[in-house]
């Protein structure tokens, strides 16, 4: 039975959709059957995987409207081990789609239940917001995973995104669990990194993953390619990163097992 991981963070710009990709294309390296699931109308994990978002015909939209099943959506072997429910801009047009649905946070859940035996790990991308997307992709999922990025406002809108778990996780999804925060865009070289990590990890009474994941150019590059980093560049930092993340993902599971 797969377990099932929403990305998130209200923040735009932190490294959740580079942490979309790659955490799911390491754990699909390691031998894990994943599925990946692209629930931010941008669509940018759907073209980091090499999929034109603009020819697509059936996306994830698809499934939400409840006129398609999610297995009729999934483009299949992506990569090696790597599936994806895609997405694109008419994504966006769910939050209107969406009003007066009867139990409308959980038809994301519905729809994953009938596939989720098939999986080792389902990865969601959310939006950059705390839109009824993201609330139906935690009302689905197991945990939740936080990107920080190494900046003076990281702490900013952490509070506020905390509280929208603990709330889905009494009104919606009791089993829900943060899963952790992980650092993003670490540059060595300034101070400041350091700082906002040491910061976090004392104001924050939170799982935080060992795992950094630096400031790359390979990482940055690779999307614009179609291919996450461990194909773009296997012997990157950033590939390295993320296979030492997706190592901590899956032991994390033995954990809470």
């Not at 923040?11 to 059957?33: D, F």
């Not at 943060?178 to 101070?191: A, C, P, Q």
């Not at 104001?203 to 390619?225: C, D, F, G, M």
């Amino acid at each position: 039975m797969g377990r099932i991981i929403a990305i998130a963070n209200q923040k735009g710009g932190v490294g959740k959709t580079t942490t979309s990709i790659n955490l799911a294309a390491c754990l699909a390296e390691k031998g894990q059957k994943v599925l990946v699931i692209d629930i931010d109308p941008q669509g940018n994990t759907s073209s980091g995987f090499g999929l034109d978002k603009d020819e697509l015909e059936d996306t994830i939209y698809d499934v939400i409207l409840q006129e398609k099943s999610l297995k009729d959506v999934i483009v299949k072997d992506v990569i090696e081990n790597l599936d994806i429910a895609p997405s694109n801009v008419n994504l966006a047009g769910a939050e209107i789609d969406l009003i007066g649905v009867e139990k409308r946070e959980y038809v994301l859940k519905r729809a994953i239940e009938k596939v989720k035996d098939s999986y080792d790990f389902i990865v969601m991308d959310c939006p950059p917001s705390l839109s009824m997307l993201t609330v139906n992709a935690m009302s689905a999922a197991d945990t939740v995973l936080v990107p920080i990025q190494c900046e003076y406002y990281a702490l900013e809108g952490l509070t506020q995104l905390l509280h929208t778990i603990e709330l889905v996780k009494q009104r919606l999804n009791k089993k829900l669990e943060l899963e952790g925060v992980v650092f993003t865009m670490y540059d060595s070289r300034t101070n400041l990194s350091l700082q906002v990590v040491e910061n976090v990890k004392d104001n924050l009474n939170q799982t935080i993953y060992k795992t950094i994941i630096p400031r790359n150019v390979r990482l940055a590059e690779a999307p614009s390619h179609g291919q996450p980093i461990n194909i773009y560049d296997s012997k990157s930092a950033g590939a390295e990163a993320y296979r030492l993340l997706a190592e901590e993902v899956i032991e994390r599971g033995f954990e809470v097992k």
